[in-house]
């Protein structure tokens, strides 16, 4: 069981993958590396499914690639709301990268996002978008008042949000990321043969597109929240009101 | 004390089976009474399971933080 458990704590850790020797060695480490094999991934994809295309008699790789691409920016652009519909790209983007991320289990390689480094990132690319959309939308002054809707009590809550936001995001992700990862480890170092299929069916394929979905749908849902207009405060109320208006008995 | 502190950590996946188990049983309540909305209920049913289970799974990370750090 010692070796079991050192083994598992051994697979845990993210190790350095190589190093750039300049500037006295800069460690790349594993996750990094295999975030590249993502992103070199979808760039070969949108590459090959964009090239050659024709406005008269498309092929079906042409079809094919404007069906995902429509269903694509209809989601984003439904889950975004009518006010901040500019952010679909990045949004799908997101959603494309944590996807992919999540299931490289499948292919043998450990996911980035298992480095919570990498949700930490983010996380942090995430609530920086949100607090842009918001002052972008209501300007400087707006944004800082939006912090006192709807009662100037929640204040503090508003504040507190700008930190709990990210932390919630990165940790639900790293956490789910995390937990399939060594269940899937313990399988595999118990019955290597046919039984981690059927599990990974659920843990590295359903759990993964789940969590990617979660985090994108929770980024856009505060980003719509972000973008609405400032309530109108009340108007201040008049005080010589009976001076003015003259009654007509009079 | 470790063992004790990261077996308590874990104690949070309670809430999170109780109350995924209820938003079930209320899901399967809905599509009983209007079958042909079940892609909604279940979409809606998929995303917050997802948003409770994450209580669950900052216990996790708590007790993988107290059993690697302390």
Known sequence: MKDMAAELVARLNVDTAFTIPIFGGIQIAESVVISWVVMAVLVLLSLILTSGMKVWNPGKRQVLAETAVNW????????????????????????????????MGLFGMKPPTKDMNVTIALAVMSIVLIEAAGIRRKGGKGWLKSFTQPIAIVTPIN???????????????FGNVLGSFVIMELIEMILPVALPLVFSMYFDIFDGFIQAYVFVFLTSLFIAEAAEPLMPSEPKKKKNRKQKNPSPAA | MTAIGAGIAALACIGA???????TAHAVDAIA?????????????????ALAEATAI?????????????
């Open chain 2, 17 to 23: 089976g109780i109350g995924i188990g209820i938003a």
């Open chain 1, 72 to 103: 694509l920016d209809g989601f984003t652009k439904d889950m975004l709301g009518p006010d901040a519909t500019e952010y679909s790209e990045y949004i799908s983007t997101v959603l494309l990268f944590i996807g992919l991320s999540n299931i």
């Open chain 1, 159 to 173: 504040i507190l949000e700008i930190f709990i936001r990210p932390l919630s995001l990165c940790m639900r992700l």
């Open chain 2, 58 to 70: 900052y216990g996790f990370v708590l007790g993988i933080l107290i059993i690697f750090m302390l």
């Open chain 2, 33 to 49: 009474r209007q079958p042909e909305a079940d892609s909604k209920i279940m979409r809606n049913l998929l995303l917050g399971s």
